[in-house]
């Protein structure tokens, strides 16, 4: 397996260890506050305001930081939900919006799509296509349409537009792991790297052929691709002491729910005056606006 292929498939392994395990403590801070919560058949704090008489719910400060970690929590579950519905919502449309002209000669897994610059791309979560305009079948010659396609068919045996916006989604979503982040950036660029060694091996390695594809692209070649085609050689290897730090503030927050949850007093009522009723709905529905509220935020 080329390096960069293999630098991109450790790269993904990693970042889907790190973001599982950062996950789990989400759901674990959620689901531990759910747990301690308490209904009880008797009042447990009673004052009276103004006349009316008003049951509280009583928590102890360990669980009063129980609840801030599950409201973080929550605003991670609604970001991750809020960009999936934008990322199926929008791949929806713009294939609703595709010019298509119809499959390219010879070739029936490509799809033609009316454009007048050179554009080429992979689309799609589930079962990804491949589409390439008609004006880069004018303006490139017969081996950098190999070279593109090649590319392209990288980009669709590795499902990487699912995995690229599932890493940029759960990148952003899970801002308390920066190194989340960092290795979806490190699995974008080499993945990109990767299709141009496939790209090369289609035209027998002549960089000259894929350089001039990659110039008469609409829009720009980042410099480590730049790099990689001059032949200058980057390290590929993985940030594993940073993955390290990551894991260990991880299990260090997994240990710390734990203990929150085991000396956590969160109790409530159903059953006494009305308005503990109205409280208590109001607990969960205030975490979850603020959940609301953080995912902008983040």
Do not use: K
């Not at 980042?222 to 590929?236: C, F, N, T």
């Amino acid at each position: 397996m080329p390096p960069a292929s293999d630098a991109a498939a450790r790269a993904y392994r990693l970042w889907t260890c790190l973001a599982g395990l950062a996950l789990l403590v989400v759901v674990g801070a959620v689901g531990v506050s759910l747990a301690d919560l308490s209904v009880r058949s008797e009042p447990v704090h009673v004052v009276s305001v103004l006349g009316l008489v008003v049951a509280l719910p009583a928590a102890n400060p360990a669980a009063i930081a129980l609840l801030v970690l599950a409201t973080f929590g929550i605003a991670v579950v609604v970001a991750i939900a809020r960009g999936t519905v934008a990322i199926v919502r929008s791949h929806r449309l713009l294939h609703a919006r595709l010019p298509v002209l119809g499959p390219l000669r010879g070739a029936p897994d490509i799809t033609v799509v009316a454009h007048p610059g050179v554009q080429a791309f992979c689309l799609g979560l589930v079962r990804p296509r491949i589409y390439v305009s008609d004006g880069a079948l004018r303006r490139l010659t017969d081996d950098e349409l190999t070279a593109v396609i090649a590319h392209e068919r990288m980009h669709r045996a590795r499902r990487d537009p699912l995995r690229i916006v599932t890493a940029r989604l759960l990148g952003e979503a899970l801002f308390f792991a920066p190194p989340v982040r960092a290795l979806a950036r490190r699995y974008d660029t080499l993945a990109e790297i990767a299709a141009d060694d496939q790209a090369l091996a289609a035209v027998g390695g002549d960089t000259s052929v894929l350089a001039a594809a990659m110039l008469a692209f609409d829009g720009g070649v980042g410099p480590e691709r730049a790099d990689h085609i001059l032949g200058v050689h980057r390290d590929y290897s993985l940030p594993l002491a940073l993955a390290g730090m990551a894991t260990a503030g991880l299990a260090a927050l997994a240990l710390l729910l734990w203990q929150l949850a085991r000396h956590a007093v969160l109790q409530s009522t159903l059953v006494s005056p009305a308005p503990c009723v109205i409280v208590l709905a109001l607990m969960p529905a205030t975490a979850l606006a603020l959940g609301v509220w953080a995912s902008r935020r983040f």
